[in-house]
């Protein structure tokens, strides 16, 4: 589907605007609808589709979830091509990048192309990931937090006991949960997109800092633990590793996080990384280094504008 709107100013990073003193600043996501029984949009199999980037970390934090909790059946999900350019996300159609495939529903050829069928006047960023109901063909939900909530949840009657039991936002952690994700997502998520996105000194500065301050507290609180709350794995893991497996691969460079790697200087969060890597496959398996780092220095022209994605860090996560 095409659209005769000059939608680019929503599609093409480059054309993203930072404020006055040069921070970056997140857009809210615009689709928040829950997938729930009883509601508008019941957990049914085969119903709802995933779109996602491997690139992208937020849309990492759902493609984990849905592997931990054994969703694989029940919420399909389609990869786009890492390489983001003027038009947003591409699929295989337009772009056919390894590991990028087609839109199994419509054959969009973009991203875009999806969030304009649902609402040809949406004025928001088109972004991933996103849930597609196949029923009602429209997107369910684009923001992350809300979508790794769901798959929590949602699906827990249509599961096998053991995934059923899988609670990553259980009940006696939720205080020590919300807490943690209260500062991971502005100082070290978003922070060091921040950092990257900055387009003054004085900007940059100030949100590098914050992004060491947030490792230096993670560091502190995983001292001599696996996971980071209530001593079992939950979503406070997820969302911080999501962003961390990209640290030394990409952020260090490319966004000029660059007090410290993470293998250098922060050995308690990269054996905490490392370990969730190597022995949950659900971490691995959602782990895509040649769509992460082709990503971010191919799509961002402002602040690479040869392309050219370094050979480095050799390896992209150490060994245990
Ligand atoms: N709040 C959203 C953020 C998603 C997001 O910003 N995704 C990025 C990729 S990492 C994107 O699609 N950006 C495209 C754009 O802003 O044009 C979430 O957590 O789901």
């Not at 398996?285 to 370094?310: E, G, Q």
Request: hydrophobic share 40%.
């Amino acid at each position: 589907m095409t659209t005769t709107r000059d939608t680019s100013h929503f599609s093409d990073i480059t054309k993203m605007k930072s404020s006055a003193d040069g921070s970056f600043n997140r857009a809210p996501s615009s689709f928040r609808n829950f997938i729930e029984p009883g509601g508008k949009f019941a957990p049914e199999k085969g119903r709802y589709h995933l779109y996602v980037s491997y690139a992208c970390p937020w849309a990492t934090r759902t493609l984990i979830v849905r592997k931990l909790k054994g969703l694989e059946d029940i919420i399909s999900v389609t990869v786009v091509s890492p390489r983001m350019g003027a038009n947003g996300w591409p699929f295989a159609a337009a772009d056919a990048f390894p590991g990028a495939e087609a839109d199994p529903l419509f054959g969009a050829q973009h991203v875009r192309d999806l969030y304009l069928r649902v609402n040809p006047e949406y004025e928001g960023r088109f972004t991933v990931p996103f849930i597609w109901d196949k029923a009602n063909n429209t997107i369910v939900n684009n923001e992350s937090s809300e979508i790794i909530r769901m798959f929590n949840t949602a699906f827990n009657d249509m599961l096998p006991a053991d995934k059923a039991a899988l609670d990553l936002y259980p009940t006696e952690h939720r205080a020590e949960i919300d807490a943690i994700n209260e500062w991971v997502y502005p100082e070290i998520n978003n922070g060091v997109y921040r950092a990257g996105f900055a387009t003054q000194q004085e900007a940059y500065e100030a949100a590098v800092k914050i992004v060491f301050g947030g490792l230096d507290k993670a560091e502190k609180i995983l001292k001599g633990k696996d996971y980071l709350a209530g001593g079992r794995l939950t979503e406070a893991d997820v969302r911080l590793w999501v962003t961390i497996i990209r640290f030394d691969p990409v952020y260090v460079g490319h966004f000029k996080c660059n007090f410290n790697t993470i293998r250098g200087g922060y050995p308690e969060i990269n054996r905490w990384m490392k370990a969730l890597y190597w022995k949950i496959p659900a971490f691995k398996d959602s782990t895509d280094f040649h769509h992460i780092k082709t990503h971010y220095y191919w799509s961002h022209p402002t602040i690479n504008a040869t392309r050219i994605v370094p050979v480095g860090p050799v390896p992209d996560v150490e060994p245990l």
